[in-house]
């Protein structure tokens, strides 16, 4: 029997793809492809082998019908060097193996991320998690400042307390979660493409989406039928509440977003007459405008 085989994603292993200031993405090994999907499928609806039309066909059905296990068949095992405090958000991932750089063992190189100026921006007003307008040059240029001196600092405090022989283990202490460490992460299809619909949406850290948009090009190299599957339904795809679906009704009957949103009870003005900024009636209007944009 042969392995199934991607040479392009052959061509992939051990390629460094930069990301940030001194972190990058690999891709170690990876077992399994489009084939293997489709392999593991017709076991269980005995079909036999079929054309590569069918392949994808079946693939675009297991997708849309949610028979997931069968994406768990390919494997992906890449090596990051990241950020700590982007390693905190990606270790929630729970669904993979992850095997770290040890602080204890060894030192810590001297690497931290200062982000570029344009991504220091003002805290947003409508995400309490995310970033919004853009601040003045000088606030910016502080911050940046800011940043270095306490990382350098830190990494000197860190030096210090080695050499005079504090453990490893508890000198680390001393550094920020600017500094980077690294790891192997390794994920089924399946898992790997949840990991994408969360770190790849614009409610993630920026941050954390450069890592997901390195990740999603060599998953689509190794698995093309299943990216594709995986964007058309998922990634791309919009899906309704109750309420949503009576807006959507009321759309269809000729009632404006507006009033629409009125007879599905999906809130847009609070109690005092000033209009909403979030929450169910604001999201859904924003999902018409997701349908309005093309591509
Ligand atoms: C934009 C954004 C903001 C976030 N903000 C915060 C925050 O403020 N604070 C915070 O703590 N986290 C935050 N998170 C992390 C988030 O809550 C999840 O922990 C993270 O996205 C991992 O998702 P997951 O659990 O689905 O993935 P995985 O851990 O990979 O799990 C995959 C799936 O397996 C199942 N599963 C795994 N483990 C269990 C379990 N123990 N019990 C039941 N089902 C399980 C679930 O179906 C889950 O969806 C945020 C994530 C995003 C994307």
Same mark, same amino acid.
Do not use: C
């Given at each position: 029997m %042969?392995r199934p085989m991607?040479?392009e994603?052959e ?10 200031g ?14 293997a ?6 076991v ?12 994808r ?17 390919v494997?992906?095992?890449f090596? %990051?060097?990241l950020?700590i405090?982007?390693?905190?958000q ?12 040890s602080a204890r063992?060894?030192? %810590?190189?001297d ?6 100026a ?5 805290q947003?007003?409508?995400?309490r ?7 003045p040059?000088a606030?910016v ?8 001196r306490v990382s350098?600092d ?17 000198a ?10 690294q790891w ?7 898992n ?15 941050e954390?989406r450069?890592?997901a ?9 190794v698995?093309?039928a299943?990216?594709?599957a ?7 795809s919009l ?12 759309l ?9 949103c ?6 847009l003005m609070?109690?005092?007459g000033?209009?909403?900024?979030s929450?169910e009636g604001?999201?859904?209007?924003e999902?018409?405008a997701?349908?309005r944009?093309p591509?």
């Open positions: %042969v991607v040479p994603a061509r992939e292993i051990g390629v460094k793809h930069p990301v940030l001194h972190g990058y993405i690999v891709l170690v090994d990876y077992m399994g492809n489009d084939a999907i489709v392999q593991a499928a017709r269980s609806y005995g079909k036999g082998t079929k054309a590569v039309r069918d392949d066909g079946l693939i675009r059905y297991l997708m849309r019908h949610r028979h997931t296990t069968p994406f768990e068949m494997e992906f095992k090596l %990051v060097r950020p405090f982007v390693a905190r990606w270790i929630r991932h729970r669904m993979a193996s992850v095997n770290e750089y063992y060894s030192v %810590v190189p690497e931290y991320e200062v982000p570029a344009e991504e220091v921006r003002h947003s007003t409508r995400n998690q995310g970033r919004g307008d853009p601040l040059g606030v240029e502080q911050f940046r400042a800011d940043l270095e350098k830190a990494y000197t405090s860190y030096s210090r307390a080695l050499e005079a022989g504090v453990a490893r283990e508890t680390r202490l001393l550094l920020p979660v600017a500094y980077y460490t192997y992460w390794k994920s089924d299809l399946w790997l493409f949840h990991f994408l619909s969360l770190r790849l949406d614009p409610h993630a850290q920026e954390i450069l890592y948009a390195e990740m999603a090009k060599i998953t689509r190299l698995a093309p299943a990216y594709e995986f964007e058309d339904f998922s990634l791309e899906s309704l509440s109750r309420a949503e679906r009576v807006a959507v009704r009321a269809l009957d000729g009632k404006t977003p507006e009033a629409a009125t007879v599905a009870g999906l809130p609070r109690d005092d000033k209009p909403m900024t929450g604001v999201e859904f209007l999902k018409l997701r349908i944009t591509g």
